[in-house]
């Protein structure tokens, strides 16, 4: 079997081996990191007596200032003593022939385990597959990720593709990137200009960034759209949608009815609307 091709996983795979290890390693010095914090700390309050005493030499403070601070380092320094003790006495409990072997079998067991897993589990036998080479296969046999790929290094080369906009950007929608998708219909309007399609889509994608609110940048797509064509189904939901936002239940409601009587019969988002309806008669129904 083959490894040549793997060199650059086997280089990783040993160095995440070598953090997870340094992790596991870490409790094994418990004792003696709490143990040096304490020698630390006993020394720092015994510099601040020090201090102190040099302090009232020179008359910067007075014996009852002196007394009061004394008292205080003294109780933090009898406190840090009894931790230092602690420690010390937790790592000359531990066997540190204990520690040493398990540090051993941690150090060369988890790497050992890692990589039998990986040769029973893993395919380090297949040949590379250059990101390249998977990006020119056919369309239709790519994921929609590596399809976005490919499209978006197209327009990198040809931002002035308005197919490839008109094509990314509703992708990007379903992919819930839905501010790229927002950046793909600016882009095919300025190419080609403003239609109502363009706009009611830019707008949709807007209020989805906001998370169902309808903003202003929105609405202005959608009034744009409306003007440019009455009968746009998006344009014309999602300003209902902003009117019930506002408490104009009544506008909202005339204006999806409206919607809805001018749908086509196979029209796919018919549905949603009569729901929107029902909803809103029967929060205004009286009780």
Known sequence: ?????????????ALLAGIVVTFLLRPLRTGRTRADAGESEVALYRDQLAEIGRDVDRGVIGEAEADAARIEVSRRLLAADEMRQEAAR????????????MAVVLALGVPLLALAIYLQEGSPGLPDRPIAARLAAPADTLP???????????LKEQPDDLQ???LVAPTYLRLGRYDDAAGAWTRAIILDGVTAERLAA??????LAAEGRVTAGA???????????AGEPRAQY?????????????????????????????????????ARIAAVEAEIAPK
């Not at 609405?219 to 064509?229: I, P, Y």
């Open 1 to 13: 079997m083959a490894f040549s091709g793997d060199i650059p996983l086997f280089v990783a795979l």
């Open 164 to 166: 490839g906009w008109e």
């Open 219 to 229: 609405r202005a797509d959608f009034e744009k759209a409306a003007a440019l064509d």
């Open 238 to 274: 999602f300003l209902g949608l902003a009117d019930y936002d506002e408490g104009r239940r009544d506008a909202a409601l005339a204006r999806w009815k409206e919607l809805l009587a001018g749908a086509p019969e196979d029209a796919a988002w018919a549905a949603a609307v009569e």
């Open 90 to 101: 937790c790592g000359e409990t531990a066997d540190p022939r204990w520690r040493k072997g």
């Open 202 to 207: 830019r707008g949709e994608a807007r209020v």
């Open 144 to 154: 929609v990720e590596a399809l976005i790929v490919r499209i978006e290094r197209r």
